[in-house]
């Protein structure tokens, strides 16, 4: 293995872009600071097969002087915003109630969608769990949001210190300026935690397919805004107290266009029920309509595989909350659920089974308090007790079981930790 130069990255990215060289060399208010920084990074839709030397030479240094598992296993469903919000809550999707990226609440007849704002900051929504930045302000602590689904609304009316409203089209480089400008504060005001989001893989791989050139370009991108970050945090001194946690919330599958499950029909003979949930995960809310006619008329469609919400396979741990609907039907691994004949893409998907490699995401955990190993497999469901040990607070109820922190902390002797 060739021999990584870590001088030639601090060399090649001390200054760039919109992220000014006065903010990068500006006084270093933290070189004397003690207080550790955890850094949960979120790479939407990278797989770990997009991790290699030549294309991500930053992520395959971090995973090389850290932990890595061979792949992170998503929660049921394989969906961005159930998965971003077991991270920070250690929950099962069932539990924390954000079952889907769009689902509706039968209490309430709301409906939550991603570009709904008023769903996005509603707390209705997110209640049902307590994510790590509330914890840590309960506890005294500072956190900072930079992109998280939950951030945007306040949670037992506690928002992070820090946050802002989603902005799809920030560049990495501005992404990364404010960032920096929040760790650069006094060591008392600077955050605990903070997070950083960048969905780069996740739109390359739905437009163009997972092994497209699209996803290479995207992947290279955001492997050198990897690089920016831990030079900028080295350069300003914080380097020694950080824990980089990098993670992704699922993979991304090929979806090709013949492989679109026409299921507009299917319902045909049941007025009152409703596809209410369409794509890799599916569902159906019954409104009255008989259960057993229902999934007799659904077990006519190929590669999809429908369940009573209650009867779902237990290792999918998912089938109690009210918002889950009726039904819930999975597409064998390039299908989709479509109630629109004409409907031709996205060439890539989420939302299969888990356990699916195709369905694995990445977790790197870097810093001076982690040990060089090579992990199996990880539930996403472990992160949060991670998270929750790094920062030395007490964890909220949750689902995971302490199985990561072993793995990769060092023993505090070793990490040179009080
Ligand atoms: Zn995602």
Sequence with gaps: MRPFSTSALLIAVSCWGVLSCAVLAQANPAANATKPLVILVSLDGFK??????????HLFYLAQQGSQAKGLISAFPSLTFPNHVTLVTGQ??????????????????????????????NPMWWQEALPLWVTLRQQGKIASTLFWPGSEAPIQGVMPNDWMRYNHHMTHEARLETLLGWLSRVEAQRPDFVTLYFSDLDSAGHSAGPDSEAVRLATRKVDQSIGHLVAALKQRGVWTQTTLVIVSDHGMALSPPEKVIQAKTALAAF??????????????RLNGESTDGVMTALSKLSNVACWPKASMPKRFRFGTHRRIPDIVCLSDIGY???????????????????????????LIVSGPRIRQAQLELVSNLEVYGLLVNLLNVKAEK????????????????AAGMP
């Design 48 to 57: 770990p097969s997009y991790l290699t030397e030549v294309e991500t030479p």
């Design 92 to 121: 099962t999707p069932d539990h924390h109630g954000i079952v889907n990226n769009t689902m509706t609440d039968p209490a309430t007849t709301q409906r939550f969608t991603l570009g709904s704002r008023e769903a996005v900051e």
């Design 271 to 284: 007025p009152d029920a409703r596809w209410e949930w369409l794509g890799a995960t599916a569902g159906v």
């Design 336 to 362: 989709s659920v479509s109630d629109n004949p004409e409907r031709k893409g996205p060439l890539g998907q989420h939302g299969y089974d888990p356990e699916l490699t195709d369905m694995h995401g990445i």
């Design 398 to 413: 949750n689902d995971g079981e302490n199985t990561l922190s072993p793995l990769v902390l060092k023993p505090p002797s």
